[in-house]
């Protein structure tokens, strides 16, 4: 990593905070957007369903009235019947009409209160919608800080020869994973532009199949056409309208043949069709006017022959477009979504690690500074390595900005890019936890600038850039970590020691 890259991350490291922090608190938009799209579903169907029960109670009311209007003519044309007879029937009607009343009551009531329901629903619904757009826009904006900050490629190898230089040995291993995703991910996305660039192909293959099936079918009938203007003439000849039509035939034959050959040139996967011509005959090369009649029955022939020809070059056609777009089908819905969950896992995983290698440079930087005053000094009383860092603001151990589905990218693609780890013996038992006075202590000359400190093995038995589970390394440390990467936090902390002790010995 080069210095322009440090200053790049400490000049937007606000930028970088408050991307961070907006993705998280934007991060359960998306969910409960689709939560609340299935609840506003629903709530319309109800609403629905009691407006179409207000609607029904209207009908059911005014056939009622006109029921009570009949019984009332009824009653008037038969007042023979006795007055405490009709009381009973009086009686239910007023009972009937009174639970009608009420029922008509509940259902406006529920109605209003379905309607504000859903109003409600509907405005939280767009609040989530705005901030579902809101959470792509910061994306794309933290995206784009992220190839501003690592626009530049990392070196491959890295020199202790200064104290500032601390930020750089302990990025290396973390940068030669940057290289291995960003790899992937153009390997990736060259894969997606592949499977896109052959759905076009295919598509415009599937227009210009059609245009020619259509030439054909025109070509056909103008042929069908000829030949009955010729079967209806006395003189068996050509007249006016067949030889035009012949004409036409030619032509449109032309442009089939010319369609066929641009989906051969864009889409190699279309099969080359037989020869589709109508004057290319000797019989027919200027021949409209037939005086014998063997002549005319074999251009008749000839006639019927090419339009049998030009039949079945067009029901080949029409398989061809069937294949093409099964083949269409089967590219755009299987290979075009995979191709796209790959670009977006490393896109996610890239951008997780570039979020992961800016906290930890930060980190460092406070360490340092907290290093370097005079009234500050690492603790010398127990092993650096038990010594957890200041965990990143606003980096909680639960929460990620970044979506972390599993992993599509191939391990065996990863293992033979990342850079080979020297032979070394095998390592000892892990460190155990003692008191300050029996502390451990790693022997490096400070400040060696021809010595190499990534091929030195640490006192822990692993090097820097190899998987270290020492039992000494608190858990919230390693959980900070993305899971494609560890680094030896004891030789870390002892070679920034080692270093400050040297500065202050030569100072």
């Known amino acids: 990593m080069s210095t322009p890259t440090i200053q790049r991350i400490q000049d937007h490291a606000e930028d970088h905070h408050r991307l961070i922090k907006s993705i998280r608190e934007l991060k359960s938009a998306?969910?409960?957007?689709?939560?609340?799209?299935?609840?506003?579903?629903?709530?319309?169907?109800?609403?629905?369903?009691?407006?179409?029960?207000?609607?029904?109670?209207?009908?059911?009311k005014e056939s009622e009235e006109g029921a009570t209007i009949a019984a009332k003519a009824k009653r008037l044309i038969f007042r023979k019947y006795p007055k405490e007879r009709e009381s009973p029937n009086n009686e239910s009607e007023e009972r009937d009409l009174l639970d009608n009343l009420e029922s008509q009551l509940r259902d406006q009531h529920n109605l209003k209160v379905l309607e504000t329901m859903t109003e409600e629903a509907i405005c939280i619904k767009d609040t989530l919608c705005s901030k579902t757009e809101e959470l792509t826009v910061t994306r794309e904006k933290l995206y784009m800080l992220y190839e501003e900050i690592f626009a530049e490629p990392t070196p491959g190898q890295y020199l202790l020869r200064r104290t500032a230089d601390i930020v750089?040995?302990?990025s290396l291993a973390e940068f030669s994973h940057h290289d291995v995703l960003r790899e992937c991910l153009n390997l990736a996305q060259d894969s997606y532009d592949n499977v896109q660039s052959q759905i076009l192909r295919t598509l415009e293959a599937l227009n210009t199949l059609v245009k020619a099936e259509e030439k054909l079918e025109d070509c056909v009938r103008k042929i069908e056409s000829a030949l009955s203007a010729c079967c209806g003439s006395g003189l068996r000849f050509f007249?006016?309208?067949?030889?035009?039509?012949?004409?036409t035939a030619s032509a449109l034959a032309v442009e089939a043949h010319t369609f066929l050959h641009e989906t051969r040139a864009v889409c190699p996967d279309v099969p080359a069709f037989g020869p589709i011509s109508v004057k290319d005959h000797p019989l027919l090369h200027e021949n409209y006017l037939f005086s014998d009649a063997s002549v005319y029955e074999q251009s008749s022939d000839t006639m019927c022959h090419i339009k049998v020809l030009l039949t079945g070059i067009k029901e080949a056609i029409r398989d061809e477009y069937q294949s093409a777009a099964q083949r269409y089908d089967r590219t755009n819905s299987?290979?075009?979504s995979i191709s796209k969950e790959i670009v977006?896992?490393?896109?996610?995983?890239?951008?997780?690690?570039?979020?992961?290698?800016?906290?930890?440079?930060?980190?460092?930087?406070?360490?340092?500074?907290?290093s370097s005053s005079p009234n500050s000094c690492l603790p010398t009383s127990s092993p650096p390595g038990l010594v957890s860092p200041p965990a990143?603001?606003?980096l909680e151990e639960d929460s990620s900005p970044f979506d972390d589905?599993?992993?599509?990218?191939?391990?065996?693609?990863?293992?033979?890019s990342l850079p080979p780890t020297p032979p070394m013996s095998p390592p000892p038992p892990p460190p155990r936890r003692q008191p300050p006075s029996d502390s451990p202590s790693?022997?490096?000359s400070p400040l060696s600038a021809n010595v190499d400190p990534m091929s030195q093995p640490s006192q822990c038995g692993c090097s820097p850039s190899s998987l270290c589970h020492s039992a000494d390394l608190d858990s919230d440390d390693m959980s900070m970590r993305p899971p494609s990467y560890h680094t030896c936090e004891y030789y870390r902390r002892s070679i920034i020691q080692n270093i400050h002790e040297g500065v202050q010995a030569e100072c």
Do not use: F, M, W
């Open 30 to 60: 998306p969910d409960e957007l689709e939560r609340q799209s299935g609840y506003v579903e629903d709530l319309l169907k109800h609403l629905k369903a009691a407006r179409d029960s207000i609607s029904g109670t209207k009908r059911r």
């Open 168 to 170: 750089t040995y302990t």
């Open 239 to 247: 007249n006016e309208q067949g030889r035009e039509d012949l004409e």
């Open 334 to 336: 299987l290979r075009s």
């Open 344 to 370: 977006a896992q490393c896109h996610s995983d890239l951008a997780c690690h570039r979020s992961y290698i800016i906290e930890q440079v930060l980190t460092l930087n406070e360490l340092l500074a907290d």
């Open 392 to 394: 990143p603001p606003g």
């Open 405 to 416: 589905p599993p992993s599509l990218i191939s391990p065996s693609l990863l293992a033979s």
């Open 442 to 444: 790693v022997q490096l």
